[in-house]
């Protein structure tokens, strides 16, 4: 995982200046821009990290660009840092999806730690992903017989009632269990019910044949 950019959208060269540096100052990537036309178009979505951005500026407002953002699907956390707030405009940004609404002047540790508060929450959802991606793919792996004996399994069937199901035989049904534990990486049918449930896998996700 790359390292997180904090990205500041202000019109205000003092303001990017000043966030620039404090950022910097703690070790952060920061990329600044002057408008929000700027941003759409240097930002890349595969980049992460979350965005400071002020709210009245010339050209595209940030209440627009978060709204072109979740337009072209892009999830970036969203800042919104402003000397013009009001109690109707923070319901209006919070609705739409961002996480704080701050109003000038803000003390730059306040800002730290909800930047920095953001980026940990960040990460961990990525790991999270990774980690869903990973188990899901183990269970991709599995061969069509395979998937069969884990679905009767996690259905609660012994092995003497799996293989007259599927017409094989009580130690044939044994090797599948046992390559299905070794392929996903469970210690036991316990655990791969576990994983399989925190996955979300239903039997039809798992078998590409089943109807």
Known sequence: ??????????????????????????????????????????FRPEVWGCL?????????????????MLRRDWHLPVIYLTGHGDI????????????????????????????????????????????????????ANLTPRELEVLDLALAGHNNKVIGRQLHISFRTVEVHRSRILQKTGAINMLDLARLATALGLSSADRNPNAK
């Not at 904090?6 to 620039?20: E, K, N």
């Not at 909800?114 to 959802?125: F, G, K, P, T």
Request: glycine content about 6%.
């Open 1 to 42: 995982m790359n390292a997180p950019v904090v990205f500041v959208v202000d019109d205000d060269p003092a303001v990017r200046d000043g966030l620039s540096l404090l950022f910097e100052a703690t070790g952060l990537n920061v990329q600044s821009h002057a408008s929000a036309e700027s941003f759409l178009s240097a």
């Open 52 to 68: 400071v951005l002020d709210v009245r500026m010339m050209g595209m407002s940030g209440p627009e660009l978060h709204e072109e």
């Open 88 to 139: 109707p405009m923070s319901v209006r940004a919070i609705k739409t999806g961002a996480v704080d609404f701050l109003t000038k002047p803000v003390s730059g540790a306040e800002l730290l730690e909800r930047v920095n508060s953001i980026l940990q929450s960040e990460r961990e959802a990525h790991d999270r992903r990774m980690d869903l991606d990973a188990g899901k793919q183990r269970f």
